[in-house]
């Protein structure tokens, strides 16, 4: 199956400082990628659609200046949390998707990224 | 309304018991529903996809059926392991290319 990237895996940051989190789709080209947020115990609640060559596309309640996102290529998109609070501590996960041939359109999830905000 | 409901929220089993996931689906059209396997801490990993055409698929101890008449699908794990342990979503995508809908996923513990 298709491999997509996460990076950082963990990551701590001061109050107020800003923290990119990378998603790389390793051996194919994703038009489309997602940003996830995952509370403890709860399931994933999406944040954006990202889509390469355009501006994103953000859930209801979810701050775009906030949580930038950026879609430079087909295989890279990043997530910039600005000015970052402790109420921002989370885990953040991306995902690809690609369109099989008769098996309809898939999805690939990278492996998440922990953010503490002390 | 597109919908994914999972039954149940979460499950207690022994190890070396068997189980049996649900997973009722109203989206449409339907492509292809999807099983992960989401440890904690981690991204999910898919377990395995079911086209509109297949209605069983065995991936080592996982087997996930699919009607998609009565749009539902369950993902069987047998002898279960301590390694099961783990949250399993079950995923369907909308039409096009941009959206897809998640169930809220089964919460799996599996005690020794």
């Known amino acids: 199956g298709a491999v997509v990237s996460q990076h950082p895996s963990r990551v701590i940051c001061k109050s107020g400082t800003s923290v990119k989190i990378e998603c790389r789709s390793l051996?194919?080209?994703?038009?489309?990628m997602f940003w996830y947020r995952q509370f403890p115990k709860q399931s994933l609640m999406l944040m954006a659609t990202?889509?390469?060559?355009?501006?994103?596309?953000?859930e209801q309640g979810v701050e775009k200046d906030k949580f930038l996102i950026n879609h430079a290529s087909l295989t890279l998109s990043t997530l910039t949390v600005t000015s970052a609070h402790p109420e921002d501590s989370s885990f953040y996960i991306c995902?690809?998707?690609?369109?099989?041939?008769?098996?309809?359109?898939?999805?690939?999830f990278g492996q998440g990224t922990r953010l503490t905000v002390v | 309304k597109n919908q994914v409901e999972q039954s149940p929220q979460s499950l207690i089993i022994l190890e070396g018991k068997n189980c049996t996931l649900q997973?009722?689906?109203?989206?449409?059209?339907?492509?292809?529903l999807r099983w992960y396997k989401q440890d904690t801490g981690r991204g999910p990993v898919s377990l395995t996809i079911?086209?509109?055409?297949?209605n069983t698929k065995s991936n080592g101890r996982y087997t996930a059926t699919l009607d998609a008449d009565t749009k539902q699908s369950s993902l069987h794990i047998t002898a279960s392991q301590l390694s099961d342990s783990a949250s399993y979503i079950c995923?369907?995508?909308?039409?096009?290319?941009?959206?897809?809908?998640f169930g809220s996923g089964t919460k799996l513990n599996v005690k020794p």
């Open positions: 995902s690809a998707s690609v369109r099989r041939s008769g098996a309809g359109t898939e999805a690939f």
């Open positions: 051996d194919f080209q994703a038009t489309t």
């Open positions: 990202s889509n390469e060559g355009s501006k994103a596309t953000y």
């Open positions: 997973c009722n689906y109203t989206v449409s059209p339907f492509s292809n």
């Open positions: 079911m086209t509109f055409s297949e």
């Open positions: 995923v369907v995508p909308g039409a096009g290319f941009n959206k897809f809908y």
